[in-house]
């Protein structure tokens, strides 16, 4: 079973920068980032193929970056200029043909 472990949420201020990380137990094809904020559907946030490849959410272009560390299975999304819209619980998604695992999630709270 392949296991997603994401971490860095917290609090931040808007217009304040964070960082989240996601450490899958297998070398995925594709590592995405999902948000599902309160009374929400789950959306799309970013992705990036393992030769990477990304793609972003309107609503993050510009100020979201996903990258990734092919040797240690990892991802991140650096989140900058966050807004008090940009607050939702974070799930990191792993897959390719063998496996399609998902994280806990981590709580990100823009707010002042």
């Known amino acids: 079973q392949v296991h997603v472990a994401e971490s860095g949420g917290g609090l931040v201020q808007p217009g304040g920068s964070l960082t989240l990380s996601c450490a899958a137990s297998e070398s995925p094809f594709i590592m995405a980032w999902y948000r599902q904020a309160p009374g929400k559907q789950r959306e799309l946030v970013a992705d990036?193929?393992?030769?990477?490849?990304?793609n972003y959410a309107d609503s993050v272009k510009g100020r979201f970056t996903i990258f990734r560390d092919n040797t240690k299975d990892t991802a991140y999304l650096q989140m900058n200029r966050v807004k008090v819209e940009d607050t939702a619980i974070y799930y990191c998604n792993a897959r390719r043909s063998t496996f399609d695992a998902w994280g806990q999630g981590t709580q990100v709270t823009v707010s002042s």
């Open positions: 990036i193929t393992f030769f990477g490849a990304t």
